[in-house]
Nanobody
């Protein structure tokens, strides 16, 4: 059974930083495309960042240069380091595993950027 468990969300002031973690079980993160998505209130879920099998990364324009996706193969965990946070980054952040036959999602972690 594949399971993704996110952690690290919370309340942060504009300009602050947070690191989200996604601990995976049932799959090997380095063997799969892993991503972070987010959904703000009243908006559709959007892709934020992905890391592919070879280690290359891609970001949505709005977070380029501020967010970094990475993985720790020994811990089988994917991270999203978020710096210079803005109020518009407020959303529920979801970890995603893009498997061959299906998508797997975590339960989400709330990030609130507010003064």
């Amino acid at each position: 059974q594949v399971q993704l468990v996110e952690s690290g969300g919370g309340l942060v002031q504009p300009g602050g930083s947070l690191r989200l973690s996604c601990a995976a079980s049932g799959i090997i993160v380095s063997d799969n495309r892993m991503g972070w998505y987010r959904q703000a209130p009243g908006k559709q879920r959007e892709l934020v960042a992905v890391i592919i099998v070879g280690g290359s990364t891609m970001y949505v324009d709005s977070v380029e240069g501020r967010f970094t996706i990475s993985r720790d193969n020994a811990k089988n965990t994917v991270y999203l380091q978020m710096n210079s946070l803005k109020p518009e980054d407020t959303a529920v952040y979801y970890c995603n595993a893009n498997l061959i036959l299906r998508q797997v999602w975590g339960q989400g972690t709330l990030v609130t950027v507010s003064s």
